[in-house]
């Protein structure tokens, strides 16, 4: 029997395509813009390492030596001028318990606090497990980064970190930009 080669070109393709891992697979990027009238913004990359994700945080306009609450939110949904439509802290495990980074149950984006120079700064990195860029467990893709008001004092429901002051939509990150 003979097989048509334009099909078996096209299945070899399809194979590859399909077989082949995408730039999600390593890293994921967010460009933070401020929200409720901040001039917060940045950006914070994601880096998969394992089971754990390297996230570093290089973001400006923060208040100045300040403390500010710092989450993966839900929904990659920064529409509302005060960044609601980001919906809540990212759950994926269904804890409902908030918490902080290291803490063995808590909310899948629990990330902590960022903590601003005396310009407003911050360069912020920490390794956090149990997430992947877009695979099976805790998958961050397509979600919000949101920076809050306040510290995060990691009381119950969310930590009491106030208002949000920056929203960022967690997307596929160029490969190079990686390292």
Same mark, same amino acid.
């Given at each position: 029997?003979k097989?048509?080669?334009?099909?078996?070109?096209?299945?070899?393709?399809?194979?590859?395509?399909? *077989?082949?891992?995408?730039?999600a697979? !390593?890293?994921?990027? *967010?460009?933070?813009?401020? *929200?409720s009238?901040? !001039?917060?913004?940045?950006?914070?990359r994601?880096?998969? +390492?394992? #089971?754990?994700?390297?996230?570093?945080?290089?973001l400006?306009?923060? +208040?100045?030596?300040?403390?500010h609450?710092?989450?993966?939110?839900?929904?990659? #949904?920064?529409?509302?001028? #005060?960044? +609601?439509?980001?919906?809540?802290?990212?759950?994926a495990? &269904?804890?409902?318990h908030?918490?902080?980074?290291?803490?063995?149950?808590?909310?899948?984006? #629990?990330?902590?606090n960022?903590?601003?120079?005396?310009?407003?700064?911050?360069?912020?990195?920490? +390794?956090?497990?149990?997430?992947?860029?877009?695979?099976?467990?805790?998958?961050?893709?397509?979600?919000?980064?949101?920076?809050?008001?306040?510290?995060?004092?990691? &009381?119950?429901?969310?930590? !009491? *970190?106030?208002?949000?002051?920056?929203?960022?939509?967690i997307?596929?990150?160029?490969?190079?930009?990686?390292?």
């Amino acid at each position: 029997m003979k097989i048509p080669t334009l099909s078996v070109v096209s299945l070899c393709l399809g194979v590859m395509l399909f *077989a082949a891992p995408g730039p999600a697979d !390593n890293g994921a990027i *967010a460009v933070v813009n401020p *929200a409720s009238g901040s !001039n917060v913004h940045g950006i914070v990359r994601f880096i998969q +390492t394992g #089971d754990s994700i390297r996230i570093v945080a290089d973001l400006e306009g923060l +208040t100045a030596g300040a403390q500010h609450g710092f989450h993966i939110h839900e929904f990659g #949904d920064c529409s509302a001028a #005060d960044a +609601t439509s980001a919906g809540s802290h990212y759950d994926a495990a &269904g804890t409902m318990h908030h918490g902080r980074p290291e803490d063995a149950v808590k909310h899948s984006g #629990d990330l902590g606090n960022l903590t601003a120079d005396a310009s407003g700064k911050t360069h912020h990195e920490i +390794t956090v497990s149990g997430l992947s860029i877009s695979g099976g467990k805790a998958p961050i893709l397509g979600r919000g980064v949101i920076v809050h008001a306040k510290p995060d004092d990691f &009381g119950q429901p969310v930590g !009491n *970190a106030g208002g949000r002051i920056g929203c960022g939509v967690i997307g596929v990150m160029k490969p190079a930009a990686a390292k």
